[in-house]
Each structure stands twice: as C-alpha cells, then as structure tokens.
C-alpha cells in the first residue's frame, strides 16, 4: 500500500524525477525522461512493481526530513532506540546523465538500516536479469535497458529482489549510486557520490540564489520555483504538469490522467512568474519550446505536447497496476491532446505578447505563428469546444474558452508592431467576440456569468475574466459572479471546486477534490477588488495545506484532508509565486494582465 500522496517528496535533475516517501522508499521513478516507462511504480500498484526501500530496521522511527536549503537535496532522518541517521538522497542536476545518489549518515548512536532494491521495467512489468559484476557492483539489464548499483554494502537476491542490512555509527557515511543506460552500451564510469553532493548543492544554490526577495513569502516562492526548475525538461525548455500519471482526483475513482506532458495553457502564468522574478533565461527557453511545439498548421495546434514537442501522445491503460489505492485505470499518454480547447490560443497570444512587454525579444517565426493563429481563429472561436477541464462529454459553448479567444484578439489590437489594418480588424473580431460572451454567456436571474452559453452552472474557471482584463473587477456583472462562486462553489471559506454538478460534465461520476489552482485564481481577484486582508488569509491557508516540505498536489479533498491528483503539480506552484507576487507588490502579475486592455465603458 503506498503512502498518502501527502507524504512524498521529489528529487530530479531536470531530465526525470522521484517520488521518495516518509517511509524511505522511492516508489516512482521514469528513466531517462519524465514521460519514459517506470522502472519504479510501486506508487500505482505495489512492491512487486518496483521500489527502492532503504529505513532503519527497528519499527516506527521517528521521521523528520527537509530540502537542504535552497536545493533540491531531500534529508530524511530516522531517529530510533539506538541512535539517529540521516538519508540523503538527489539526482545530480548538471551533466545528463542519468544517477541518482543515496547516501547514508550516522548522526548518533548507531542504526541497523535494510535496503531492498526491486527494479521492474516498462511500468513495473518486467524482471530484469541481476548479476554481480565485480564487487560492490550491481547489474540489471532488460532488453534495451540498464541499471547499475555502486555501495559498498553487501547486497544478495531474495525472491526477485535484491536486499541488504548494514550499520552507520555516528560519524559514518555509506553511499549508494544507482545509473541507467541503454544495455548496448559500455556504462559510464560511477560518479563519485559525495563530489556530486557538493556540485549539486552548488548548482541549486547558485540558480536560487538569483531570486529577489517576495517579502514573508520568499521561502514558499523559492522552493515553487525550484520544483518548477525540476519540472523543466532540461534539452527543450518543457515544463511538465507533473510528475506521476494517474493519480486519482476521486480515489477508487476513474478519474486517472496521465500529467507528464507540457500544457499550453500554462504558458503565461508560468513565463510571468519566470519573468517577475528575474529568470529571464528559463522564460526565453519556455517560450522558444511553446513556438516550436506550435509550428505548422493551426489546425493541428494541441492542447498539450511531449517534452521535447512530440504530437503523438496516445492513450493507453495498463492492465498489470491496480492503481493508487486501487484507482483504476493507469492511464499512460493523453487524449486529451486531440481535443479542440479554443482558449489555449488565447493563451499562446498572451504568453508571446507579455513576453514582448516585458522586453523578451520576438522570435524568429513571431509573426508568421501569430499571422497563422488569427486567420484559424478567426473562425474558430465560434465553434462550441471540449474547454479548461478537457471534457470527454459533448462540446459546448464555454464561457472562458470565448473569453480567453476574445484575449488573443485583444492582445494583437493592442499589439504596436502589426499594421493598423490589422489591428482595427483585430479589434473588431475582439469587440464581437466580448458583446457576444456578455449577452450569451451572462445570467441576469443569478447574476452570475455561466460556464457555458444557456447554462445555469457556475464554474471556477470565470474567475479568470478580471485577471485577464475582460472587464474590470468593480464591473456589477463581476462583482455578482465572485458572489456567485463564493456562495456555491467555495468550500469551507479555502477550497474552490471547478464547477457546480451532481453528475459532472465530463461523463465520469462527481465527487473529485477541489483544485488548488482555482482558489489561487479567487485571490487574485481578491487583489484586484482591494480586498487585500481576505487575499492574504486565504493565501496563508493554503500555503499551509503544502506538506511538510512545501509542494502541493493537483488537489485537495476537504472531508478526508488529503491531497489528490497529480504530483506535484506545475500549475499549483505556478499559482503560488503569483499569487506571492500579487500580494507582495503594488502592480503584480494579475494587475499586469488586468491592465492590458483599455476598459471600454460604452463598449463593455
């Protein structure tokens, strides 16, 4: 049985991750990309299917861990009868290769420790063939992969698994280094564990180090942007949604998605938090890869892409893992990816002309890309869609998908490098895109705008109207839909569900956790109100819900108190240093975008 999604914590290099849990086990890890089959998913099914175990061998330590400050190092320490040790396990960030380094040290005392190491590849499938090579190293090769163990401890097999005991004293340290290459090729030579502790600790220190002071909330900014960095697909500039696939936003629910792609639709919010807090670089990168995963046709623009920009991402279900706490199916690829989701082109526009704002120079297809894009959505955007929460039901008119295509239009009107021609006629698809939302999309009886044009649901996803500068936040029409959300989608005064239903609107069964990202969307319109003193207690609510060493899931479930969905989630911590951002500076992120469009009272 895996722990709560609560307890894990993540080590990467920006090529992969690992989710190591309280108890000491990795329990997932993909090889040599985030999207590569598992050779340890012990997370989506059980020991069998590979984990990698190293805790005392007394009952019910003590267990306390932390990120070494500033890095991605995970220290965990095991406090027992007889003595406390402390386990401290990374992923070298800076040559691509692929290790992953655990080293063992005596505190006090002495501690007997165990390790059982059981590698399955291909989603914990296959049994590879081990052997001994030389002493004190380990091999293990399955047709095209491999892995290779270096410690000094004495390992031996044990039904399948590969185990061992050893004692640290106080003072002591004992190191493990676990490689993985291509089985047809010589192995690399083994690293030297404690040079790569130093080097990898000065690589974090180093990129952290570059990031301005955000006031009370520097810590939880810092590390959001570490994990952000270790979301990052170190050859493209990819920023994954998440780590893991199918972790369930119901538990014993279907509700599985596979997040280890790049969404589009994080674009602006993840650039500007790049952008404000001085990473330049790492907003230039995302962006170049947002350009190249787009070029061609606009008709085949998705919603989403593989780290290096791949198109194909198939939807397939596998048989052989029972789930997070038997949440069927495992779902790996997405086919989401085929859907059409009209606001992601309004996310791209916005995306390329904030960072134009902000001084990021054009790219080289700049223009070709935006002139393609507007001549597709042209006619797109009146055309009914699968929109934000990627419905699997029947198309519809979605209010914040035409919102965010009246943004792509509103943002090249405002756009002083296009011809004049162009933008008058930019504007005017802009102006009929905004008169039709507020007719069709707006419910004088509820005084509410809807999720979808004829529909009396309300839906999270209208908090992003003020945020992006469709109307200003002391609109009547706005004010009444804050109301609104607050009255019925808001729970317990912090959680924010997605959207109002018995049944849902997706043709799964309701009952998933509330998103974190859209109570983030509600303090940013908590900001721009004015009401600053409820935007900053919601905030330090949820900065409280992180675990203990401060990431957060996709969602939370406020009747279990346990987080749910992928882990850890790009978008929450995106939501994070914003929100950070917006409280902490007289013109944040929200007021930016808020302020990109001239208000029009005549017009609106």
Same mark, same amino acid.
């Given at each position: 049985?895996?722990?709560?999604?609560?307890?894990?914590?993540?080590?990467?290099?920006?090529?992969?991750?690992?989710?190591?849990?309280?108890?000491?086990?990795?329990?997932?890890?993909?090889?040599?990309?985030?999207?590569?089959?598992?050779?340890?998913?012990?997370?989506?099914?059980?020991?069998?299917?590979?984990?990698?175990?190293?805790?005392?061998?007394?009952?019910?330590?003590?267990?306390?861990?932390?990120?070494?400050?500033?890095?991605?190092?995970?220290?965990?320490?095991?406090?027992?009868?007889?003595?406390?040790?402390?386990?401290?396990?990374?992923?070298?960030?800076?040559?691509?290769?692929?290790?992953?380094?655990?080293?063992?040290?005596?505190?006090?005392?002495?501690?007997?420790?165990?390790?059982?190491?059981?590698?399955?590849?291909? %989603?914990?499938?296959?049994?590879?063939?081990?052997?001994?090579?030389?002493?004190?190293?380990?091999?293990?090769?399955?047709?095209?992969?491999?892995?290779?163990?270096?410690?000094?401890?004495?390992?031996?097999?044990?039904?399948?698994?590969?185990?061992?005991?050893?004692?640290?004293?106080?003072?002591?340290?004992?190191?493990?280094?676990?490689?993985?290459?291509?089985?047809?090729?010589?192995?690399?030579?083994?690293?030297?564990?404690?040079?790569?502790?130093?080097?990898?600790?000065?690589?974090?220190?180093?990129?952290?180090?570059?990031?301005?002071?955000?006031?009370?909330?520097?810590?939880?900014?810092?590390?959001?942007?570490?994990?952000?960095?270790?979301?990052? %697909?170190?050859?493209?500039?990819?920023?994954?949604?998440?780590?893991?696939?199918?972790?369930?936003?119901?538990?014993?629910?279907?509700?599985?998605?596979?997040?280890?792609?790049?969404?589009?639709?994080?674009?602006?919010?993840?650039?500007?938090?790049?952008?404000?807090?001085?990473?330049?670089?790492?907003?230039?990168?995302?962006?170049?890869?947002?350009?190249?995963?787009?070029?061609?046709?606009?008709?085949?623009?998705?919603?989403?892409?593989?780290?290096?920009?791949?198109?194909?991402?198939? $939807?397939?279900?596998?048989?052989?893992?029972?789930?997070?706490?038997?949440?069927?199916?495992?779902?790996?690829?997405?086919?989401?990816?085929?859907?059409?989701?009209?606001?992601?082109?309004?996310?791209?526009?916005?995306?390329?002309?904030?960072?134009?704002?902000?001084?990021?120079?054009?790219?080289?297809?700049?223009?070709?890309?935006?002139?393609?894009?507007?001549?597709?959505?042209?006619?797109?955007?009146?055309?009914?869609?699968?929109?934000?929460?990627?419905?699997?039901?029947?198309?519809?008119?979605?209010?914040?998908?035409?919102?965010?295509?009246?943004?792509?239009?509103?943002?090249?009107?405002?756009?002083?490098?296009?011809?004049?021609?162009?933008?008058?006629?930019?504007?005017?698809?802009?102006?009929?895109?905004?008169?039709?939302?507020?007719?069709?999309?707006?419910?004088?009886?509820?005084?509410?705008?809807?999720?979808?044009?004829?529909?009396?649901?309300?839906?999270?996803?209208?908090?992003?109207?003020?945020?992006?500068?469709?109307?200003?936040?002391?609109?009547?029409?706005?004010?009444?839909?804050?109301?609104?959300? $607050?009255?019925?989608?808001?729970?317990?005064?912090?959680?924010?569900?997605?959207?109002?239903? $018995? %049944?849902?609107?997706?043709?799964?069964?309701?009952?998933?956790?509330?998103?974190?990202?859209?109570?983030?969307?509600?303090?940013?319109?908590?900001?721009?109100?004015?009401?600053?003193?409820?935007?900053?207690?919601?905030?330090?609510?949820?900065?409280?819900?992180?675990?203990?060493?401060?990431?957060?899931?996709?969602?939370?479930?406020?009747?279990?108190?346990?987080?749910?969905?992928?882990?850890?989630?790009?978008?929450?911590?995106?939501?994070?240093?914003?929100?950070?951002?917006?409280?902490?500076?007289?013109?944040?992120?929200?007021?930016?975008?808020?302020?990109?469009?001239?208000?029009?009272?005549?017009?609106?």
């Amino acid at each position: 049985m895996p722990l709560r999604i609560e307890d894990y914590a993540m080590i990467g290099d920006c090529y992969s991750a690992a989710l190591i849990g309280r108890s000491g086990s990795i329990d997932w890890l993909c090889w040599p990309r985030f999207d590569s089959p598992a050779c340890f998913a012990a997370l989506l099914g059980t020991s069998e299917n590979g984990r990698w175990l190293i805790a005392p061998v007394s009952a019910s330590p003590n267990v306390s861990r932390r990120y070494l400050a500033d890095t991605l190092i995970l220290e965990t320490e095991f406090q027992t009868e007889t003595g406390t040790a402390t386990v401290v396990d990374f992923m070298p960030a800076t040559d691509g290769e692929a290790d992953l380094v655990r080293i063992v040290f005596g505190r006090s005392g002495e501690v007997k420790f165990h390790t059982e190491l059981v590698i399955r590849f291909g %989603y914990g499938a296959i049994v590879p063939w081990v052997n001994r090579a030389e002493e004190g190293i380990l091999r293990a090769v399955a047709g095209p992969e491999r892995m290779v163990l270096h410690t000094p401890v004495v390992l031996y097999g044990e039904d399948l698994r590969t185990v061992g005991e050893f004692t640290v004293s106080a003072g002591q340290s004992v190191p493990f280094v676990l490689s993985y290459g291509p089985s047809f090729e010589s192995a690399a030579p083994p690293i030297d564990p404690f040079k790569a502790l130093e080097t990898t600790a000065q690589f974090w220190h180093e990129w952290c180090s570059r990031c301005p002071d955000v006031g009370p909330w520097t810590d939880a900014v810092k590390r959001s942007l570490i994990t952000l960095k270790a979301l990052t %697909y170190a050859p493209t500039g990819g920023i994954v949604a998440a780590v893991t696939t199918s972790l369930p936003e119901r538990l014993v629910g279907p509700r599985n998605w596979d997040y280890r792609f790049c969404w589009l639709r994080d674009a602006t919010f993840t650039l500007m938090a790049f952008m404000h807090l001085g990473y330049c670089d790492e907003a230039q990168t995302w962006r170049d890869w947002l350009i190249r995963a787009i070029a061609g046709s606009p008709h085949q623009v998705q919603i989403m892409y593989g780290v290096g920009g791949e198109h194909w991402l198939p $939807e397939l279900v596998i048989p052989w893992l029972a789930g997070y706490e038997n949440s069927s199916p495992v779902r790996i690829g997405n086919a989401a990816a085929q859907q059409l989701q009209i606001d992601v082109f309004g996310e791209v526009a916005d995306a390329i002309f904030q960072a134009f704002k902000m001084g990021m120079k054009p790219s080289k297809h700049h223009y070709a890309t935006r002139s393609a894009i507007f001549e597709h959505l042209t006619a797109a955007w009146r055309e009914p869609d699968e929109g934000i929460w990627e419905v699997r039901g029947q198309p519809q008119h979605f209010v914040h998908s035409k919102v965010m295509a009246w943004v792509a239009f509103d943002r090249a009107a405002n756009d002083e490098e296009a011809d004049a021609d162009s933008r008058q006629r930019w504007r005017e698809i802009a102006n009929e895109i905004h008169a039709e939302i507020c007719q069709r999309g707006f419910d004088s009886e509820l005084n509410s705008f809807v999720q979808a044009y004829g529909s009396k649901r309300l839906d999270a996803s209208l908090l992003r109207m003020s945020p992006v500068g469709f109307l200003p936040p002391d609109d009547p029409r706005m004010l009444g839909t804050i109301r609104a959300i $607050e009255k019925k989608l808001l729970i317990q005064g912090e959680f924010v569900l997605r959207y109002e239903s $018995e %049944y849902g609107i997706d043709g799964l069964p309701a009952g998933e956790g509330a998103f974190f990202a859209c109570s983030f969307w509600l303090i940013d319109n908590y900001v721009l109100q004015g009401r600053y003193d409820e935007a900053r207690g919601l905030f330090e609510r949820l900065l409280s819900r992180c675990n203990d060493v401060g990431l957060l899931a996709e969602e939370f479930d406020p009747l279990t108190g346990r987080m749910l969905g992928n882990f850890p989630q790009a978008y929450c911590h995106v939501g994070i240093i914003n929100c950070a951002l917006n409280l902490s500076r007289q013109k944040g992120p929200a007021a930016e975008r808020a302020q990109l469009s001239e208000y029009d009272s005549a017009r609106h």
